[in-house]
């Protein structure tokens, strides 16, 4: 369950929590094995049906011994929606615009871009996200804890649409131009553990927490423009022997770029009383 503590919190967290805790409380101990199954999809007047997603999740928790471990996983697939109408600036291809209406739909095609030609929606998305809570009682003073979880998220948007004839593209590699797509990779994991308990009538506890999450960003169908369009590659000859003509080997484009990616990793030991 989650906890949104409001008055009090600095009360008894300290100055740190004067805007408030949130406490995420973790189910522990032996429960009976659950699971959950999801879905749905858009239905809408003017656009073509999309959206689609399943939502699976479930847990366990099994007994081992005086120990207990709780178990949970859940899994999101997401389609995209768009909710874009029709480009009626878009002449690429015949130099000619699709007629729209004031509906946002085509009336009169009469170039071979597909409409719509952009995206204005929800993108694609597929999510893993596990987690384990584990505890051992040491008598009636005490006991030993651990938890921890893994998640990894990876999604898809799109830019601004790159028309044919736009100084940002090659028309050797799109003819109609192209939409360049985003695609974040998000990974995270922690594990924490200690003990806490009671002696001599004081609350004690020790325990340490380690926590990553990496980012990365990757682009597809997409290009760098000042790399130009493949070009046929003179210093190296097809099987004639002959360097310049039809059947030398080709640079392939590159329309994928790995743009870059963080990472962060953070320990934390404490110990209390």
């Given at each position: ?255 994928s770029f790995f743009a870059g990616e963080l990472h962060r990793d953070e320990f934390v030991a404490d110990a209390n009383?």
């Amino acid at each position: 369950r989650v906890e949104v503590l409001r008055d009090g919190a600095a009360a008894q967290y300290g100055s740190d929590a004067i805007a408030g805790v949130v406490n995420l409380v973790l189910r522990r101990g032996r429960f009976a094995p659950f699971a959950t199954v999801t879905g749905g999809e858009y239905f809408t007047a003017d656009y073509p049906r999309d959206g689609r997603s399943v939502n699976v999740n479930g847990g366990w928790g099994v007994g081992l011994g005086q120990a207990s471990l709780a178990l949970a996983a859940e899994y999101l697939d997401r389609e995209p929606t768009n909710r874009a109408w029709a480009d009626s600036s878009d002449v690429s291809g015949t130099g000619l615009n699709d007629h729209v209406g004031p509906d946002g739909r085509v009336v009169i095609k009469r170039n071979r871009v597909p409409q719509p030609n952009h995206h204005w929606g929800d993108g694609f998305e597929k999510d893993l996200l596990t987690m384990a809570s584990g505890n051992l009682p040491l008598g009636a003073h005490g006991e030993l804890y651990a938890f921890g979880g893994y998640s990894h998220r990876l999604g898809n948007g799109e830019g601004y649409r790159r028309y044919a004839d736009d100084g940002r593209n090659w028309r050797q590699i799109y003819p109609l131009g192209f939409l360049p797509e985003f695609r974040p990779i998000v990974t995270d994991y922690s594990m924490a553990g200690g003990w806490k308990g009671v002696a001599n009538g004081w609350n004690l506890g020790a325990g340490a927490s380690f926590g990553h999450n990496g980012f990365r960003y990757d682009l597809r169908n997409t290009l760098n423009a000042s790399l130009g369009p493949s070009l046929v590659n003179p210093t190296a000859p097809g099987p004639d022997g002959i360097p310049g003509n039809s059947d030398d080997p080709g640079i392939p484009n590159q329309t994928s770029f790995f743009a870059g990616e963080l990472h962060r990793d953070e320990f934390v030991a404490d110990a209390n009383a």
